[in-house]
């Protein structure tokens, strides 16, 4: 075996496998849990849903705002922008949620 035949085997072969435990390795600690935080996820969920009733009486009123204060001709163009408002708002908050995860 000569000096350059082995150095071709160590370069193929040279990849480092990183050990599947050790002393580096810990467990991670549970999560303390602090009093009071078992009806936290209860209360926002409660909250969640009164706001989600009220943005769909904001939704509706709206739409009959625009119908009275609007005249008859301009009552689609205006109710396409506010649709369209409406989507594009709720785009952007969905891509922010998504993006959190």
Known sequence: ???EESTQQTTENSFYIPPAGGPVT???K??????????LGLVYAIIAIFVLI???QLYFTVQELI???ISDQFVPI???AYYLAVIIVGVWLIRDY???L
């Open 30 to 39: 549970p999560g303390e849990k602090k009093p009071g935080n078992d009806w």
């Open 54 to 56: 009220a943005a769909f």
């Open 1 to 3: 075996m000569t000096g």
């Open 78 to 80: 205006v109710s396409a």
């Open 26 to 28: 810990k467990e991670p």
């Open 67 to 69: 119908r009275t204060w």
């Open 98 to 100: 998504v993006r959190k």
